[in-house]
Protein backbone atom coordinates (compact mmCIF):
# COMPACT_ATOMS: atom_id res chain seq x y z
CA UNK A 1 0.00 0.00 0.00
CA UNK A 2 1.55 3.45 -0.77
CA UNK A 3 1.60 6.09 1.91
CA UNK A 4 2.78 9.62 2.03
CA UNK A 5 3.92 10.88 5.09
CA UNK A 6 4.63 14.63 5.37
CA UNK A 7 6.82 16.46 8.13
CA UNK A 8 5.06 18.09 11.28
CA UNK A 9 3.58 21.54 11.45
CA UNK A 10 5.60 24.94 11.06
CA UNK A 11 5.55 28.31 12.87
CA UNK A 12 7.55 30.87 10.61
CA UNK A 13 8.07 34.32 10.83
CA UNK A 14 7.00 36.88 7.81
CA UNK A 15 10.06 37.19 4.87
CA UNK A 16 11.23 33.92 6.18
CA UNK A 17 10.90 30.24 4.46
CA UNK A 18 9.73 26.65 5.12
CA UNK A 19 10.69 23.36 3.61
CA UNK A 20 7.76 20.80 3.70
CA UNK A 21 8.60 16.75 3.12
CA UNK A 22 6.38 14.04 2.10
CA UNK A 23 8.31 10.46 2.71
CA UNK A 24 6.88 7.62 0.24
CA UNK A 25 6.67 4.09 0.72
CA UNK A 26 4.60 1.08 -1.24
CA UNK A 27 5.67 2.42 -4.57
CA UNK A 28 8.17 3.01 -7.16
CA UNK A 29 8.75 6.18 -6.68
CA UNK A 30 10.82 7.89 -9.67
CA UNK A 31 7.64 6.59 -11.71
CA UNK A 32 4.94 8.79 -10.66
CA UNK A 33 4.48 12.32 -10.31
CA UNK A 34 4.79 13.55 -6.82
CA UNK A 35 2.07 16.96 -6.87
CA UNK A 36 1.90 19.80 -4.24
CA UNK A 37 -1.56 21.03 -2.93
CA UNK A 38 -2.09 23.61 -0.51
CA UNK A 39 -5.26 24.74 1.33
CA UNK A 40 -6.11 27.87 3.48
CA UNK A 41 -7.70 27.87 6.17
CA UNK A 42 -11.68 28.20 5.46
CA UNK A 43 -10.80 27.69 1.39
CA UNK A 44 -10.49 25.26 -1.58
CA UNK A 45 -7.82 23.50 -2.67
CA UNK A 46 -4.96 25.29 -4.93
CA UNK A 47 -2.25 23.18 -6.82
CA UNK A 48 1.31 24.33 -6.47
CA UNK A 49 3.12 22.39 -8.43
CA UNK A 50 4.69 18.83 -9.24
CA UNK A 51 7.33 16.69 -10.29
CA UNK A 52 8.10 13.46 -11.72
CA UNK A 53 11.49 12.15 -10.64
CA UNK A 54 12.62 10.14 -13.47
CA UNK A 55 12.09 13.45 -14.99
CA UNK A 56 13.86 15.64 -12.55
CA UNK A 57 12.34 18.78 -13.69
CA UNK A 58 9.54 20.28 -11.78
CA UNK A 59 6.70 22.69 -12.38
CA UNK A 60 5.36 25.39 -10.56
CA UNK A 61 1.60 27.16 -10.65
CA UNK A 62 2.49 30.48 -11.53
CA UNK A 63 1.03 32.07 -8.66
CA UNK A 64 4.20 30.42 -7.03
CA UNK A 65 6.83 31.10 -10.15
CA UNK A 66 10.16 32.41 -8.20
CA UNK A 67 9.24 31.29 -4.81
CA UNK A 68 8.80 27.84 -4.50
CA UNK A 69 11.63 24.58 -5.07
CA UNK A 70 10.38 21.30 -5.48
CA UNK A 71 13.22 18.74 -5.05
CA UNK A 72 13.35 15.07 -4.80
CA UNK A 73 15.88 12.39 -3.07
CA UNK A 74 15.78 9.11 -4.38
CA UNK A 75 18.07 7.77 -2.03
CA UNK A 76 15.09 8.16 0.74
CA UNK A 77 12.26 8.35 -1.75
CA UNK A 78 11.25 12.05 -0.22
CA UNK A 79 9.97 14.93 -2.36
CA UNK A 80 10.34 18.43 -0.70
CA UNK A 81 8.89 21.73 -0.90
CA UNK A 82 10.06 24.86 -0.11
CA UNK A 83 8.56 27.95 -0.18
CA UNK A 84 10.48 31.16 0.60
CA UNK A 85 9.36 34.92 1.72
CA UNK A 86 6.62 33.63 3.40
CA UNK A 87 3.56 36.25 4.54
CA UNK A 88 0.43 35.58 6.19
CA UNK A 89 -1.34 34.77 3.33
CA UNK A 90 0.72 31.32 3.02
CA UNK A 91 -1.03 30.50 6.46
CA UNK A 92 -2.45 27.00 5.05
CA UNK A 93 -2.31 23.20 5.20
CA UNK A 94 0.14 21.87 2.43
CA UNK A 95 -0.44 18.59 0.90
CA UNK A 96 1.56 16.55 -1.10
CA UNK A 97 -0.27 13.85 -3.48
CA UNK A 98 0.78 11.57 -6.23
CA UNK A 99 -0.56 11.20 -9.28
CA UNK A 100 -0.42 8.95 -11.99
CA UNK A 101 -1.05 9.31 -15.71
CA UNK A 102 -4.50 9.35 -16.12
CA UNK A 103 -5.39 8.17 -12.06
CA UNK A 104 -5.44 11.74 -10.88
CA UNK A 105 -3.94 12.14 -7.74
CA UNK A 106 -4.91 8.91 -5.65
CA UNK A 107 -3.02 8.68 -2.60
CA UNK A 108 -2.35 11.83 -0.84
CA UNK A 109 -0.20 12.85 2.90
CA UNK A 110 -1.75 13.89 5.76
CA UNK A 111 -1.25 17.57 5.84
CA UNK A 112 1.59 20.02 7.30
CA UNK A 113 -0.34 22.99 8.37
CA UNK A 114 2.37 25.89 8.29
CA UNK A 115 1.83 29.28 10.17
CA UNK A 116 3.07 32.56 9.28
CA UNK A 117 2.73 34.88 12.30
CA UNK A 118 4.77 37.64 13.50
CA UNK B 1 -5.20 28.82 -18.18
CA UNK B 2 -8.52 26.81 -17.70
CA UNK B 3 -10.39 27.71 -14.92
CA UNK B 4 -13.13 24.80 -13.28
CA UNK B 5 -16.18 26.66 -11.92
CA UNK B 6 -18.26 24.47 -9.61
CA UNK B 7 -21.97 24.77 -8.66
CA UNK B 8 -24.25 25.27 -6.65
CA UNK B 9 -22.20 25.94 -3.65
CA UNK B 10 -23.87 24.42 -1.44
CA UNK B 11 -26.42 21.78 -1.29
CA UNK B 12 -28.52 20.87 1.31
CA UNK B 13 -30.18 17.46 0.89
CA UNK B 14 -31.30 14.67 3.16
CA UNK B 15 -29.78 11.39 3.53
CA UNK B 16 -31.21 9.06 0.90
CA UNK B 17 -31.50 11.37 -1.29
CA UNK B 18 -29.41 12.18 -4.94
CA UNK B 19 -27.15 14.77 -5.19
CA UNK B 20 -25.56 16.51 -8.74
CA UNK B 21 -22.85 18.02 -8.78
CA UNK B 22 -21.28 19.91 -11.55
CA UNK B 23 -18.18 21.29 -12.55
CA UNK B 24 -17.66 23.12 -15.89
CA UNK B 25 -14.52 24.07 -17.37
CA UNK B 26 -13.45 27.35 -19.45
CA UNK B 27 -12.02 25.51 -22.59
CA UNK B 28 -11.64 22.07 -23.74
CA UNK B 29 -10.89 19.37 -20.71
CA UNK B 30 -9.81 16.23 -21.93
CA UNK B 31 -12.10 13.76 -20.18
CA UNK B 32 -8.96 11.73 -19.47
CA UNK B 33 -8.10 13.89 -17.15
CA UNK B 34 -10.42 15.41 -14.94
CA UNK B 35 -10.91 14.18 -11.28
CA UNK B 36 -13.48 14.63 -8.42
CA UNK B 37 -12.27 14.46 -4.93
CA UNK B 38 -13.90 14.34 -1.52
CA UNK B 39 -12.38 16.09 1.31
CA UNK B 40 -14.46 15.54 5.22
CA UNK B 41 -13.65 17.85 7.89
CA UNK B 42 -10.05 17.90 9.21
CA UNK B 43 -9.17 14.80 6.83
CA UNK B 44 -7.25 15.07 3.60
CA UNK B 45 -8.91 15.16 -0.06
CA UNK B 46 -10.04 11.13 -1.23
CA UNK B 47 -10.02 10.43 -4.73
CA UNK B 48 -13.25 9.60 -5.90
CA UNK B 49 -13.32 9.57 -9.36
CA UNK B 50 -10.50 9.67 -12.37
CA UNK B 51 -11.13 9.95 -16.12
CA UNK B 52 -14.41 11.91 -15.45
CA UNK B 53 -16.13 8.61 -15.11
CA UNK B 54 -14.13 6.25 -13.61
CA UNK B 55 -14.15 5.06 -9.63
CA UNK B 56 -11.35 5.30 -7.87
CA UNK B 57 -10.45 1.67 -6.07
CA UNK B 58 -12.94 1.39 -2.60
CA UNK B 59 -15.57 4.02 -3.79
CA UNK B 60 -19.29 2.78 -3.57
CA UNK B 61 -21.09 2.70 -6.99
CA UNK B 62 -23.31 5.16 -5.48
CA UNK B 63 -20.98 7.80 -6.69
CA UNK B 64 -21.04 8.31 -10.29
CA UNK B 65 -19.15 10.60 -13.04
CA UNK B 66 -19.80 12.00 -16.08
CA UNK B 67 -19.13 14.40 -18.95
CA UNK B 68 -20.32 15.81 -21.70
CA UNK B 69 -18.82 18.85 -23.59
CA UNK B 70 -16.77 21.05 -20.87
CA UNK B 71 -19.47 19.95 -18.53
CA UNK B 72 -18.56 17.49 -15.78
CA UNK B 73 -21.12 15.58 -13.03
CA UNK B 74 -20.43 14.09 -9.96
CA UNK B 75 -23.79 12.42 -9.13
CA UNK B 76 -24.18 10.89 -5.24
CA UNK B 77 -27.08 8.76 -5.28
CA UNK B 78 -28.84 7.42 -1.81
CA UNK B 79 -26.95 9.43 0.06
CA UNK B 80 -25.43 8.49 3.51
CA UNK B 81 -24.24 10.28 6.75
CA UNK B 82 -20.74 10.17 5.65
CA UNK B 83 -21.14 11.31 2.09
CA UNK B 84 -21.85 14.83 3.59
CA UNK B 85 -18.81 16.75 2.86
CA UNK B 86 -17.24 19.16 0.15
CA UNK B 87 -16.44 18.10 -3.34
CA UNK B 88 -13.78 19.65 -5.45
CA UNK B 89 -13.28 18.98 -8.96
CA UNK B 90 -9.65 18.63 -10.87
CA UNK B 91 -8.03 19.04 -14.00
CA UNK B 92 -4.95 16.95 -13.91
CA UNK B 93 -2.07 15.88 -15.67
CA UNK B 94 -0.69 19.11 -17.53
CA UNK B 95 1.21 20.37 -14.80
CA UNK B 96 1.14 24.17 -15.19
CA UNK B 97 -2.39 23.89 -16.58
CA UNK B 98 -3.59 21.48 -13.29
CA UNK B 99 -6.64 23.62 -11.32
CA UNK B 100 -9.17 22.74 -9.05
CA UNK B 101 -12.85 23.85 -8.56
CA UNK B 102 -14.08 25.66 -6.01
CA UNK B 103 -15.46 23.24 -4.22
CA UNK B 104 -19.34 22.39 -3.07
CA UNK B 105 -20.26 21.54 -0.14
CA UNK B 106 -23.19 19.06 1.05
CA UNK B 107 -24.55 19.61 3.67
CA UNK B 108 -27.54 17.91 5.44
CA UNK B 109 -30.85 19.65 5.16
Known amino acids: QVQLVQSGAEVKKPGSSVKVSCKTS????????IAWVRQAPGHGLEWMGG????????DYAQKFQGRITITTDDSTDTAYMELSSLTPEDTAVYYCAREQTFLGLDFWGQGTLVTVSS | EIVLTQSPGTLSLSPGETATLSCRAS???????LGWYQQRPGQAPRLLIY???TRATGIPDRFSGSASGTDFTLTISRLEPEDFAVYYCQQYGSFSQNTFGQGTKVEIK
Open chain 2, 51 to 53: GAS
Open chain 1, 26 to 33: GGTFNTFT
Open chain 2, 27 to 33: QTVSSHY
Open chain 1, 51 to 58: ITPIFGRP
